[in-house]
Antibody, heavy 125, light 107 residues
Framework: EVQLVESGGGLVKPGRSLRLSCTAS????????MSWFRQAPGKGLEWVGF??????????EYAASVKGRFTISRDDSKSIAYLQMNSLKTEDTAVYYC????????????????WGQGTLVTVSS | DIQMTQSPSSLSASVGDRVTLTCRAS??????LNWYQQKPGKAPKLLIY???SLQSGVPSRFSGSGSGTDFTLTISSLQPEDFATYYC?????????FGQGTELEIK
């Protein structure tokens, strides 16, 4: 069974840092793009960023709202993706979800499935 | 950034009803459109990818259509477990963006 489990959330003061982990199982982790999304309380879904597989350089892309503050990395030997969050702001308060990006290589279409259960990050003084 | 707009924002319907949800993109996105279902306190679940492809394990009462800028998600006969919030998401270009969601409520 393909499974993603996030951890590392909690209460943190503005300006501080936090690192989230996403532990994967049930598939060849290193073959996939891994992405993070977030959802502020009572709000919609927002893409945070993703990291490509090593075969595609392991490069990253980020939403403008987090670029320069958040960093996504991966450890393929452990099947873990990380989200390092620095200079946290109150508006970063959200449930953070880890997902795997699926791709149809013939058409180029991609999608996100499955999603982890999420981990809550609360930024407050 | 590509803006995604869903309508309606909320919808009341009864078990057995046929419902259609709409999603519009601010520019053409071909068929780079996915639909997700989210229940309170749970993670989103992929229903439809590439505008009309049914994800494995999703009941066949769900279907998607459209291309370019206008897309629909249809549930042919609502079941009690279908009452949830539905989001469309474009995967045409980053930043990936979502519609604001349609909350499907029991009438």
């Amino acid at each position: 069974e393909v499974q993603l489990v996030e951890s590392g959330g909690g209460l943190v003061k503005p300006g501080r840092s936090l690192r989230l982990s996403c532990t994967a199982s049930g598939f060849t982790f290193g073959d996939y793009v891994m992405s993070w999304f977030r959802q502020a309380p009572g709000k919609g879904l927002e893409w945070v960023g993703f990291i490509r597989s090593k075969a595609y350089g392991g490069t990253t892309e980020y939403a403008a709202s987090v670029k320069g503050r958040f960093t996504i990395s991966r450890d393929d030997s452990k099947s873990i993706a990380y989200l390092q969050m620095n200079s946290l702001k109150t508006e970063d308060t959200a449930v953070y979800y880890c997902t795997r990006r699926g791709t149809d290589f013939w058409s180029g279409y991609d999608w996100f499935d499955p999603w982890g259960q999420g981990t809550l990050v609360t930024v407050s003084s | 950034d590509i803006q995604m707009t869903q309508s309606p924002s909320s919808l009341s319907a009864s078990v057995g009803d046929r419902v259609t949800l709409t999603c519009r993109a601010s520019q053409s996105i071909s068929s780079y459109l996915n639909w997700y279902q989210q229940k309170p306190g749970k993670a989103p679940k992929l229903l439809i990818y590439a505008a009309s492809s049914l994800q494995s394990g999703v009941p066949s009462r769900f279907s998607g259509s459209g291309s370019g800028t206008d897309f629909t998600l249809t549930i042919s006969s609502l079941q009690p477990e279908d009452f949830a919030t539905y989001y469309c998401q474009q995967s045409y270009s980053t930043p990936y963006t979502f519609g604001q969601g349609t909350e499907l409520e029991i009438k």
